[in-house]
């Protein structure tokens, strides 16, 4: 079973507007990333959040952590149209010895409307 | 620095058919994962490794193998595909178990 889930698995919004994805998670965990992947490509890694991390910026992104509910949010501010992709929270978590699982959510498709 | 490489983009298989899909990583990182990715589903990981000729299970290991003979390469083969087996997989490396993943482009791959 998947270890993150993405709420919504769709979202629409309008250019300029703020998006917010959630992603919760069922065991504890090392870290917590999210990814972005537009259509036909790879993922590429946006931002990582350690567990003893609450909160988090880069640019007009910015991540929380709450590991007490297993759960975070990454923000993107002033969404522009190139920001139509695919998100991913990934969960990194110990598996026993030097064994490091990085488990992925389904993803939130975000579109921004010109 | 190429980053990530892998090989073929595209393929398509019979049934039965068996074939290799290649990783080269060029960032001399310990760990590297492939996943598949199929709609609906998000990735999930199949097999990975975390150094040269190591590997281990992922969630969805059935029907697949794999080899990390040199440490910048890691092999994921097929003995004999399955329709089931028809998905994007996606390479991925990094340098420790605390940092970003670093993925390949994907190979589509499509079993008749």
């Known amino acids: 079973s998947q270890q993150g889930e993405e709420d919504p698995q769709a979202l629409s919004i309008q250019e300029g507007e703020n998006a917010t994805m959630n992603c919760s998670y069922k065991t504890s965990i090392n870290n917590l990333q999210w990814y972005r992947q537009n259509s036909g490509r790879g993922l590429v890694h946006l931002i990582l959040?350690?567990?003893?991390?609450r909160e988090k910026h880069s640019g007009r992104l910015r991540v929380t952590l709450d590991t007490s509910k297993k759960s975070s949010s990454l923000l993107i501010t002033a969404s522009r149209a190139a920001d139509t992709a695919s998100y991913f929270c990934a969960t990194s978590r110990n598996s026993g010895g030097s064994n490091y699982k990085l488990t992925f959510g389904k993803g939130t498709l975000l579109t921004v409307n010109p | 620095n190429a980053g990530v490489t892998q090989t073929p983009k595209f393929r398509v298989l019979k049934t039965g058919q068996s074939m290799t899909l290649l990783c080269a990583q060029d960032?001399?990182?310990?760990?590297m994962y492939w996943y598949r990715q199929d709609p609906g589903m998000g990735l999930r990981l199949i097999h990975y490794s975390v150094g040269e000729g190591t590997t281990a299970k992922g969630e969805v290991p059935d029907g697949y193998n794999v080899s990390r003979l040199k440490k910048q390469n890691f092999l994921l083969g097929l003995e004999s595909a399955a329709p089931s087996q028809t998905s994007v997989y996606f390479c991925a490396s990094f340098p420790t178990p605390y940092g970003e993943l670093f993925f390949g482009e994907g190979s589509r791959l499509t079993v008749l």
């Open positions: 960032m001399n990182h310990e760990y």
């Open positions: 959040i350690r567990s003893n991390e």
